[in-house]
Every structure is written in C-alpha cells, then in structure tokens.
C-alpha cells in the first residue's frame, strides 16, 4: 500500500497524523492555521480528538501551535474536504486501521509493545512527571476558576505571551471578529458565536440606586476554554 500521508505512533502503540501533514496531503489551497481552526470547530475535542502543542522554531522565535490528531478525527477531516482528494485520503486511513486492527489482535505484537511500554515507563517516569507537572496545574489554574477573567485581563496574558496589544485594541478585534456585539444595546456583549464556542459569558449584576430605581449591569468575561482558544489563536496569527 503506497504511503499518501505519514502515520505516527506513539510510543504506547497509538496511531496518530500531524496536521500540517494532513493539510498538504489535502492539497488545501487555505492558509493552515484557518483551515485547522476552521476544522476544529466542528467539534473535536483536544485531549480526546487532537492534542496540541507549541512547537519551537530553529531561528529562536516565537513557539507556533501545532496539532496531532488520531486517525479518526483525520478521517472525518478529510471527508470535510468533499473533494476527490479528500475521499482518497479518507479511503487510505480505512485500509490503515483495517491493518493495525489485524496486528493489534497479533499476540506477539501485544506481547512486545506490553514489554515496550512497561520500559518506558520505569525508564521515562520521572521526566513525565516533570513534562506533565506544568500543564496540570495550569489545566487546574483554568479549569478551577469560578469567575473567568475580563477583557482586559486576557490583553495582559496576552501581552505575557509576546502579543502587543491593549485592552481598547482587544475590544476593538473581537468586535471585528464577532465575537463580541458591535452596535446598539449588545455592544461589548458576547454574540452567538461566542456562546455556542463556550469562550465568554456576561455576568449580571443588579445595583440599589439612591433614589429607590434599580440598574442592571452586564459584564463580558473570558471562560477558561476561551482563554484558551484566544491565546492559540493570536499566536497562530503571530
């Protein structure tokens, strides 16, 4: 079977493609970091359909983002496609699982990569722990938040992160990017877009008035997935 794309495997035994690989095989004429943002929002989900990762560059400059998926969720890329192309790609990871189903249920093949794992992790255990340390307590960081963070907030990690750009000019780009409403009285407020993606929420807050009357405030803020997804996206950018 001639190789159309390279297939990966951890060193668990599991299957995976890069992106970009998948992107050229594709022969999509998008620029990649649209056409892989584009590509997740139809619902995969990272740590479980792709995993990604900042990849750092031989001139020393800043880290881009990068995306591994399992086979499944780079077959059911390629059917996005809707092309011929896309349908070949597809039918050539059918035939890869269909192999690696077979050697799977090889005893001698479980045998050995039971063997290769369980080296790995006496060999390998402590720079795991070390790797895995940093992104749990950041993954804590984020997830333990009750009340997400402001706008201007995400400006400031952003800033952190090598990204010039202040909380006015921020405001300005995800109005831009409807992300945010851009007139009348959703001005500033997250848009369906935002809602459905699960990256801002607005908090309300009612105030007593002097005078008896009664005002309700509305305040748009960052959810810890949408931290998240606006850091990759501006690096992507970058």
């Keep these: 079977m001639e190789e159309i794309i390279k297939i990966d495997t951890s060193q668990l035994g599991e299957q995976f493609v890069n992106a970009r690989d998948l992107h050229k095989a594709l022969e999509v004429k998008t620029q990649f970091n649209k056409w892989i943002e584009r590509m997740i929002e139809y619902g995969f989900v990272d740590g479980t359909d792709f995993w990604s990762f900042l990849s750092k560059t031989s001139s020393g400059g800043r880290p881009s983002v990068e995306y591994n998926l399992t086979i499944s969720t780079a077959k059911e890329i390629a059917m996005l496609q809707r092309n011929e192309k896309g349908k070949q790609v597809r039918n ?9 189903k077979k050697l799977a249920n090889d005893p001698s093949y479980q045998m050995a990569l039971g063997l290769k794992a369980s080296q790995l992790l006496l060999e ?19 997830d333990a938040s009750d009340g997400s ?11 952190q992160n090598g990204v010039n750009i202040g909380q006015n000019r921020l405001f300005k780009w995800l109005r831009e990017h409807e992300y945010l409403g851009s007139r009348g009285e959703q001005y500033n407020l997250p848009t369906q877009k935002s809602m ?28 810890g997935k949408g931290q998240i997804y606006f850091i990759n996206k501006f690096l992507q950018a970058a």
């Design 196 to 223: 459905e993606l699960r990256v801002m929420e607005t908090k309300t807050r009612t105030v007593n008035n002097p005078d008896g009357s009664i005002k309700t405030t509305h305040t748009t803020k960052i959810t």
């Design 92 to 100: 050539y990871f059918i035939q890869v699982e269909d192999r690696y």
């Design 149 to 159: 963070i402001l706008v201007g907030q995400l400006a400031k990690t952003l800033r």
């Design 124 to 142: 390998q255990k402590d720079q795991i722990i070390a790797e895995m340390k940093p992104k749990a307590l950041f993954a804590d960081a984020v």
